[in-house]
């Protein structure tokens, strides 16, 4: 006799793994969406000479750390969804991992809040790379986990993109970690350190 159940047999295998995935999407979205929502406006200075010139001075450097922050949520979301392109199926800690990494993106608006409403604030700069490595982190160990044997993914998935990707997934958390001594610095230097995001793509220039 067959050591499949009847609910193994019968059951979509990729049914989970799609509505998992669309929670994840739907959530990044929510809180993509959140930044803009949370964001402080100052106050319009209407006693000033050109009240719309000094207000966009006022908002510069915020709009500056939203982009950033929504640039790298980006390049996070597009991974992830990478990832899950490859995965086959799902298991109890598969599922544990992407909900705890979940919970992180959930707290994105929080942390982005605290850079723009405590700008002079290091250590708001500091929970706010912590959060972005989070997401980072679990994302790795759930690559690992659902590549270990390749266990959730291809039988035949090659060694080669299993590890392609690890590496791909490695530069956000990396960076992050980077803007964390940054931030102690100041507020510019965490800005500049989002620039090494751009490494691999300059490095894949010049190898051209």
Known sequence: MSDISAEDRYADPQGPLTRLQFIVDVVFAIAMVAFAITYP???VEKTAADPLRHLLSEMAL???S???TYAVVAMYWYK?????NYRKRLDTGQVVLQL???FGILLLPLSVWLTLALPDFKLSYVIHNVNLVWLGFFSIIAWNQATRDNRLVDKDLPA???TSVRKAALLEPTVMVIGIFAALIGPVWWMLSFLLLLAPALGGRKEK
């Open 41 to 43: 406006m100052p106050e």
């Open 62 to 64: 915020d709009l500056v």
């Open 66 to 68: 939203l982009a950033l």
């Open 80 to 84: 992830h969804t990478m990832q899950f």
């Open 100 to 102: 705890t990494s979940m």
């Open 160 to 162: 080669e993109v299993v």
